[in-house]
């Protein structure tokens, strides 16, 4: 998509946009045309607990995440098939410059509460995420906008100290400007060339003026612009959406009523689909991947897909737990047999990583993580002694019970232990919600695993969120200054060949920190009741459940 000179039509983004966001498809998962699929009734679906209240610029996770997607209605929105960024709210994102950008809305597009969404709902959202004081783990993404820096201030003392952080000198970012109800503009920092594409993300929808009389009590109710609307949401239980019967866009949904069940061991998630109990499982166990068991179980209702989503672990901050520098990280990857455990547990659905970057992705390049993220016992053995030794005891590597990963990880830490003749430890902690809180607030010790779904279909949102400095899922605190100023240049290069090959060069620089160790690649493995048709993954992982009906 880059380029000196872009418009954006209603049509959709530019023939190089869609080369830049080109993102690998396909699979076998493809079923009736969903505009003639039968509409009305209710499904149940796989849902885990959210860590935080449903508000769009604070959620960077899958469980409030995929409830999110379906009620979000932003500028864009990202084809199924392909993830191709398409037009949703804007009417055009023009730009001359890579860095002035203007943004025009669709009129009388409505938010849940029959409000129009207007030009403000966006800038207001956008200045209220970036502003620190607000804490939005959302906030990151607006960084290229002039005047994020403004808007941020830093804790004399940390966190827990006596004295507070002083007022940041702005409270709304000057790259904003309102021109009038179905108007407004975007000024970047530097250039920022595949900036339309990154505002298809949930952070970047737009709120409605309910929302800021009361932003903490919004989230458990939140109102928003998309096919389906919250009604409730019973904690720990299920979230029940139902049809937004005055939704604007084009992806109206099928079925009347979606219920996200929260289920705290995916095992159970999939045997109530077994039973009809549930209509869409989006994880099927390890154990019935075995042998490829899930298809005898749940026959002509399952798929299977690449995805853009990579599997890695991370290892605590060092202030947190200083016993995981880059060097002992690196023995750790070379211990793990990752080939040996896709085959046991995965049945082969998985493919080993050999970078950071998902190869559904454009500007993809194998084998950056070279012998690092190699099976060699002996290697591993050697750099461990190099290193030091381990100091710290025990190896842990902690995951989240609510899901299926107890197999994987206690396969992983089975294969260190035996390579390196250092204990290690898997560690379940009870749901998703309290383990990534204990990240978030830097509890977590040792190792642990993490996952990343893509937000938009770009190398670049493998790399920037994840690693750079302060990045909101930047959750090892990965630092290098060299690793950002790469970014910064990728970001900047007018041409989609050029800017990729920069930010292959900045994925080369976490190889050589081993800032998280990668495990694979991912491949979704879905299954559904013998109720439902039109079941479809996107290229993100997640079930297209606006377009699932009853048969």
Request: hydrophobic share 35%.
């Amino acid at each position: 998509m880059r380029g000196t000179t872009r418009t954006v039509a209603v049509a959709g983004i530019s023939a190089a946009a869609l080369l830049l966001a080109g993102c690998g498809g396909g699979g076998d998962d493809e079923t009736t045309d969903t505009s003639a699929a039968k509409t009305g009734g209710s499904i149940s679906v796989r849902g885990c607990n959210p860590e935080n209240p449903l508000v769009a610029g604070n959620t960077s996770e899958t469980c409030g995440g995929n409830v999110l997607d379906v009620i979000t209605a932003k500028l864009i929105k990202y084809n199924v098939e392909t993830a191709a960024p398409e037009m949703d709210i804007a009417e055009s994102i023009d730009t001359t410059d890579n860095q002035n950008f203007t943004v025009k809305l669709k009129k009388d597009y409505k938010f849940h509460d029959g409000t129009v969404v207007k030009a403000k709902n966006f800038v207001d959202a956008w200045n209220y995420t970036a502003y620190g004081p607000n804490a939005q783990l959302g906030s990151y993404f607006f960084e290229p906008i002039e005047g994020y820096a403004d808007l941020q201030s830093e804790d004399p003392d940390g966190e827990e100290g006596p004295q507070k952080a002083p007022e940041p000198k702005a409270k709304t970012l000057s790259g904003l400007k309102v021109v009038d109800d179905n108007t407004f503009t975007i000024k970047t920092t530097g250039k920022v060339s595949n900036l339309p594409v990154r505002l298809g993300y949930s952070a970047f929808a737009p709120q409605p003026d309910a929302f800021f009389a009361d932003p903490k009590a919004f989230g458990d109710k939140p109102i928003a612009a998309g096919p389906y609307k919250l009604d409730s949401w019973t904690k720990n239980a299920e979230i029940k959406l139902s049809k937004f019967a005055d939704y604007s866009g084009s992806d109206k949904g099928n079925v009347d009523n979606i219920t996200f069940k929260i289920y705290q061991d995916s095992g159970a998630a999939y045997a109530d689909v077994q039973a009809n109990q549930l209509d869409v499982t989006d994880e099927v166990p390890a154990s019935a991947q075995i042998d490829d068991k899930y298809k005898q179980d749940l026959p002509d209702r399952n798929l299977q897909k690449p995805v853009g989503v990579i599997q890695t672990i991370t290892t605590a901050p060092a202030a947190v737990d200083p016993n995981y520098g880059p060097e002992i990280r690196k023995a750790i990857s070379m211990a793990i047999d990752r080939e040996g455990i896709i085959k046991a547990i995965f049945n082969g659905t998985r493919e080993p990583a050999t970078g950071w970057v998902s190869p559904v992705v454009d500007g993809y390049k194998a084998d950056v993580c070279g012998e690092f993220c190699k099976f060699d016992p002996a290697k591993a053995k050697a750099q461990l002694a190099a290193a030091g030794g381990f100091k710290g005891g025990k190896i842990t590597l902690s995951y989240n019970a609510d899901a299926s990963h107890k197999e994987w990880t206690e396969a992983t830490c089975n294969s260190i232990k035996n390579a390196l003749g250092v204990d290690c430890v898997a560690t379940g902690v009870v749901d998703f919600s309290t383990f990534r809180t204990q990240i978030h607030d830097r509890k977590m010790k040792g190792m642990f695993r993490t996952g990343w779904q893509m937000d938009y279909p770009s190398i670049e949102n493998f790399l920037a969120p994840l690693y750079g400095k302060g990045a909101s899922s930047n959750d090892g605190d990965y630092n290098n200054p060299a690793f950002d100023a790469k970014l910064a240049e990728a970001a900047a290069a007018t041409d989609g060949a050029t800017s990729n090959k920069l930010y292959q060069e900045a994925e080369a620089i976490l190889a050589k920190d081993m800032a998280t160790i990668p495990l694979w690649y991912s491949t979704t493995t879905m299954g559904w009741s013998d109720k439902v048709t039109n079941v479809k993954v996107t290229p993100f992982g997640v079930p297209h459940y606006a377009g699932i009906s009853l048969k």
